[in-house]
């Protein structure tokens, strides 16, 4: 079976204009990873590999930063990301159990970060900075203070309900 010649191009055609958006700029690195990780909602080996062939970098150099900062992932994420804070004023309120909540109502652990859907990921983190909210949780960029394990399922109930119209009015 032959492939298209121009598949691999229109594979990273995002990648592409961000890296021309960027002028083809090394010192530009982590705005660029920034752009493609939001496109992407993760850094794909490949991606990286075509960046720093784009830049003319090692490799190795492009997934050092990838890697160092907290903030960029290499595995792939949910359309919803649901960070659950952790910090000491939430866990003394029971922020492990709204971690627990979403784990089992997702079917997610503590190494299982994302469902087999992609349309979830929880991951617990040290801080939001919302701690007279305690416990809080961000879905996206959505702030959820005082939370329950009952607000909890309900958020998700919400989140597959919009799920379900968009499906329906897509159809």
């Known amino acids: 079976m ?3 010649p121009n598949k691999n191009l229109r594979q990273f055609q995002q990648v592409i204009e961000i890296i021309e958006r960027n002028n083809h700029d090394k010192a530009r690195l982590i705005p660029i990873l920034q752009e ?15 960046i720093a062939t784009a830049l003319n970098m090692p490799v190795a150099e492009v997934y050092g930063v990838a890697t160092f ?16 804070c952790d910090g000491t004023a939430c866990h003394v309120k029971g ?3 709204l ?14 970060h994302t469902t087999d859907d992609m349309m979830f990921t929880v991951e617990a983190v040290s801080c939001l900075g919302a701690c007279g909210l305690a416990p809080v949780m961000v879905v996206n960029e959505k ?9 909890c399922e309900e958020v998700l109930t919400e989140i597959r309900e919009t799920e379900n119209s968009l499906a329906i009015e897509q159809a």
Not at 36 to 50: D, G, H, K, M, S
Not at 143 to 151: D, H, I, P, Q, T
């Open 69 to 84: 900062y907290a903030h960029f992932s290499l595995e792939a994420k949910g359309k919803y990301i649901i960070k659950v």
């Open 36 to 50: 493609v990780q939001e496109a992407y909602r993760f850094l794909p080996p490949q991606v990286l590999t075509y």
């Open 143 to 151: 702030v959820y203070g005082e939370v329950s394990a009952r607000k």
């Open 2 to 4: 032959k492939t298209e």
């Open 99 to 112: 971690l627990d909540t979403l784990h089992s109502k997702l079917g997610l652990s503590d190494k299982k």
């Open 95 to 97: 922020s492990s159990r």
